[in-house]
């Protein structure tokens, strides 16, 4: 049997009602999102790919402030993608080219181990632990590392783990003297509260570290799938890196980094609040109704997703989401996020809260079922 990866379980799972599995944003418009796409006829009509590239240096300013990071056009190239996992492609590529091992976060979406597998890069774990455990910690790892690259995810997928101030610029100090390079995945930032931003641009630029960072807005808004992610590029590695992506992509749509654009202006009127009160909003009902005896939130709360721990004896992540499926509600298993260590994930899930509250409350009311049909409480 072929070893299916989350991402297709996440396509088997689009046609039902009840998908709670991929973590991009399916929801209701709201009235104001509405009336940004009442005019998408009109931004059609007025998109013009002579001014794209205009456009897109004004959306990637917009974009970066409303995560509070700084744009710096004299430092860092933004090159547009079609997907954040096109953009890792292209960094996997590199990494082959220039025979460069990584470390790489442990627990993440299992698509990013992929993709560098697949590209023959040796890699090696940056558990997360290690940001969360204390300086000890986290210098103990730096002294073993013997990786080329570090490649993070902050806000982590799927624990919502953040990368703090101090590790980060520890983490980057440590890559300018040992001449690593950085890799990093900011695609949930819009998710974090003002006290947990900084400015990862500001620090890596005045560091003058070799880094790539990766911006996406899937996760985000309910545009149908159009979105606007982006590489953010460090000046030495430029000229590689946009050889490669040229060989993807001429330019992305100015419709929609226009209608991106729109979503954006949108956000600023209060910084990004009403994106995340839906989802504090979900999570709150999702936890008054489930049984905290059967699944227990093992998260940092800072994801537009759930990571639940299977606290039941006897069951595990996969069986719960298999018995969850046969019912209508879909999610997925925590195992193929360890991409190094698959016993680490066996009692968890993970579950999409980007979604229209009666979703996450028929979900929930199927969760509570399942637990007195099982009746191991």
Known sequence: MIERNLTQEEVDALPFEHNLSDG?????WTHAESAIIAQSARFFAESDRRGGQRAEAEYIRRYLALGGQSYIPDYFTGLMSYSASMAVEIVANLLRLRRLSAALIEPCFDNIADILRRHRVPLQPFPETVLTDGTAALEALLETLTADVIFLVSPNNPTGTVVSEAAFTRIVEYCVAEGKLLVLDGCFRVYLSDEEVYDHYRILAASGIDCVVIEDTGKVWPAAELKAPFLSVSPRLVSAVIGMHSDFLLHLSPFTVRLITEFVCLAEADGGRYLRELVVENRTLFQSRIPGSFLRTDDTQKLGLAWLEVSAGGLDGEGVRRLLAERGVHVLSGERFYWSSPHLGRRHLR?????????????SAVIADLWDELGVG
Not at 24 to 28: I, Q, V
Not at 351 to 363: E, F, G, K
């Open 24 to 28: 991009h944003a399916f929801r209701s």
């Open 351 to 363: 579950m999409a809260l980007l979604r229209d509250p009666d979703i996450i409350v028929h979900a």
